[in-house]
């Protein structure tokens, strides 16, 4: 008798979300470098942003709805696996509107921030920073899109609903992403 035949075979591993780990593990990289970049300067001498209330009065409200989205996101994907498909439907929806309300807060915050990208290298690392989040909502929102109509045409069940936890799995990423940036950006 072989060892081998005693040993329990290995669970599946999803594709789907060993790939979606890999991928946002390689964008944590990206992300934790900018931020020692902004760090770095944000140490120099000549700082030319102020932190005060009503400058933080944008990213707070920003903040709420990212996690207001992300609560929405979760509760879409338990739908979905309570057999509530139109609960659903709705999580979803809200969650796509709050992830478009937070870009056009970023865009308005942006046009009002009164700095340029090319201020310095502090402009270019904030503006970095901040747009490559924002693509990543945008990116977000895209699969909450496609799960969305992937719903609507039935295509989950509480068997098989891989694809919205993976879309949520995302979500919380970018609002993760979003609170450790509101932190070093606004607080810091």
Same mark, same amino acid.
């Given at each position: 008798?072989?060892?081998?035949?005693?040993?329990?075979?290995?669970?599946?591993?999803?594709?789907?979300?060993?790939?979606?780990?890999?991928?946002?593990?390689?964008?944590?990289?990206?992300?934790?470098?900018?931020?020692?970049?902004?760090?770095?300067?944000?140490?120099?001498?000549?700082?030319?942003?102020?932190?005060?209330?009503?400058?933080?009065?944008?990213?707070?409200?920003?903040?709420?709805?990212?996690?207001?989205?992300?609560?929405?996101?979760?509760?879409?994907?338990?739908?979905?696996?309570?057999?509530?498909?139109?609960?659903?439907? %709705?999580?979803?929806? *809200?969650?796509? &509107?709050? !992830?478009? /309300? #937070?870009?056009? @807060?970023?865009?308005?915050?942006?046009?009002?921030?009164?700095?340029?990208?090319?201020?310095?290298?502090?402009?270019?690392?904030?503006?970095?920073?901040? %747009?490559?989040?924002? *693509?990543?909502? &945008?990116? !977000?929102? /895209? #699969?909450?899109? @496609?799960?969305?109509?992937?719903?609507?045409?039935?295509?989950?069940?509480?068997?098989?609903?891989?694809?919205?936890?993976?879309?949520?799995?995302?979500?919380?990423?970018?609002?993760?992403?979003?609170?450790?940036?509101?932190?070093?950006?606004?607080?810091?």
């Amino acid at each position: 008798m072989s060892i081998l035949t005693n040993i329990p075979p290995m669970n599946k591993f999803s594709t789907g979300k060993v790939a979606l780990s890999i991928i946002l593990t390689s964008e944590s990289v990206f992300f934790a470098t900018m931020l020692v970049a902004y760090i770095a300067l944000r140490k120099q001498d000549s700082w030319p942003v102020e932190h005060t209330l009503a400058r933080l009065t944008i990213p707070i409200a920003n903040t709420a709805v990212l996690l207001f989205s992300a609560i929405s996101a979760w509760c879409g994907t338990v739908s979905i696996r309570d057999r509530k498909t139109s609960g659903s439907q %709705g999580w979803q929806m *809200l969650t796509l &509107l709050l !992830g478009l /309300v #937070f870009v056009t @807060i970023q865009i308005y915050e942006f046009s009002h921030a009164g700095m340029r990208i090319n201020d310095q290298a502090f402009g270019g690392v904030f503006f970095t920073l901040m %747009g490559f989040h924002g *693509l990543h909502v &945008l990116a !977000g929102v /895209v #699969f909450l899109i @496609i799960n969305l109509v992937r719903t609507r045409l039935g295509d989950f069940s509480p068997n098989r609903y891989e694809a919205v936890e993976l879309g949520t799995w995302f979500w919380y990423y970018v609002t993760a992403v979003w609170v450790v940036l509101f932190g070093a950006l606004y607080l810091l």
